[in-house]
């Protein structure tokens, strides 16, 4: 049974710093790509950013773009997200999510808040 688990989210003063991990288990193989997405209360879930299967390729949205960064450890079976010069608007749910290639077969966490607030 899969199952990814998102942790390190909590509340940070405008340009601070948090990390984002999201623990995958049940996967038999690292053949699967992982994104970050986030929910803002009354706004539609975003992709924030994408890592492929084996972390050799990132993609960003462009409000997340030089500030966030995304990675996976595929011997931990754990995906990142160093998130940098953190703003108001990046308050949301963020959420894990694996794609097994070949399926697409799409699995998600249950989310982790993180409130940019002073």
């Known amino acids: 049974q899969v199952q990814l688990v998102e942790s390190g989210g909590g509340l940070v003063q405008p340009g601070g710093s948090l990390r984002l991990s999201c623990a995958a288990s049940?996967?038999?193989?690292?053949?699967?790509?992982m994104r970050w997405y986030r929910q803002a209360p009354g706004k539609e879930r975003e992709l924030v950013a994408a890592?492929?299967?084996?972390?050799?390729?990132?993609s960003y949205s462009d409000s997340v773009k030089g500030r966030f960064t995304i990675s996976r450890d595929n011997a931990k079976n754990t995906m990142y997200l160093q998130m940098n010069s953190l703003k108001g608007d990046d308050t949301a749910v963020y959420y894990c999510?694996?794609?097994?290639?070949?399926?697409?077969?799409?699995?998600w966490g249950q989310g982790t808040q993180v409130t940019v607030s002073s």
């Open positions: 999510m694996a794609v097994t290639l070949g399926t697409g077969t799409t699995y």
């Open positions: 890592v492929s299967s084996t972390g050799g390729t990132t």
């Open positions: 049940g996967f038999t193989s690292s053949s699967y790509a």
